[in-house]
């Protein structure tokens, strides 16, 4: 029996965005650090959009809404403040087909400054959005 989970037990939590947030911690300070960790943050957000989360509207645009006045706060390249900000718009609107396309146009812009396993991760999550189909 052993390998077995007992019912009671509480499931293994996930998370989803390992290779990013790995990457976000291992790279220097500044433009690298801070254009992994605003693809962080929006893949979190475009997550909520999805089960098992589903955020409700007004909460997405809350989140989003805060997402972006993080993101002033940032030093970002200009390309990349510009794909983020598109792809928080998209977010906010709800429309998660938008976002998919959104989140691949940032990807293209940002590529160079992520590593593999990160990239690969957003471009699952933008799949996953304009497909509406879990990549696993």
Do not use: Y
């Amino acid at each position: 029996m052993i390998g077995l989970r007992p019912p009671f037990a509480i499931a293994t939590p996930t998370f989803r965005f390992r290779a990013l947030a790995s990457h976000a911690g291992r790279a220097a300070l500044g433009g690298d650090r801070e254009v992994a960790l605003a693809c962080f943050a929006a893949a979190r957000l475009g997550a909520g959009m999805l089960p098992p989360f589903m955020l409700a509207p007004g909460d997405a645009a809350a989140r989003a809404m805060s997402t972006r006045n993080w993101l002033a706060s940032l030093a970002l390249p200009g390309p990349a403040r510009a794909a983020l900000n598109a792809t928080i718009d998209a977010m906010a609107s709800g429309n998660r087909k938008a976002s998919g396309h959104a989140l691949t146009g940032l990807l293209t812009v940002v590529a160079p400054q992520l590593d593999q396993l990160s990239a690969t991760e957003l471009r699952e999550l933008a799949d996953e959005l304009s497909d509406g189909v879990r990549q696993v």
